[in-house]
């Protein structure tokens, strides 16, 4: 069974960086892709970034340049540094999979971004 579990979310100041986490356990890590997503609160929910399995890093328009994906293979964990974090930032952030053809997602963590 396969679970994603993010952490490190919180309430910070417009400006100010956070660092997410994702654990996952109950896969190959390594060989797959891994996404965080975010959703406001009354809207969708959004492709934030997205890595490969070897690396390939994809980003919406909105957080280029201020946010980074990353992941360690040997800690099946993948990461997003967020920086001059904005109050549009404000959602719960999703970490997410796709294993044996089944789209997985975490319960999710609250970033909240005051101006």
């Known amino acids: 069974q396969v679970q994603l579990v993010e952490s490190g979310g919180g309430l910070v100041q417009a400006g100010e960086s956070l660092r997410l986490s994702c654990a996952a356990s109950?896969?190959?890590?390594?060989?797959?892709?891994m996404g965080w997503y975010r959703q406001a609160p009354g809207k969708q929910r959004e492709l934030v970034a997205d890595?490969?399995?070897?690396?390939?890093?994809n980003y919406a328009e909105s957080v280029k340049g201020r946010f980074t994906i990353s992941r360690d293979n040997a800690k099946n964990t993948v990461y997003l540094q967020m920086n001059s974090l904005k109050s549009e930032d404000t959602a719960v952030y999703y970490c997410?999979?796709?294993?044996?053809?089944?789209?997985?997602w975490g319960e999710g963590t609250l970033v909240t971004v005051s101006s």
């Open positions: 997410n999979t796709k294993y044996q053809g089944v789209n997985y």
């Open positions: 109950g896969m190959i890590f390594s060989i797959k892709a």
């Open positions: 890595i490969s399995s070897g690396g390939s890093t």
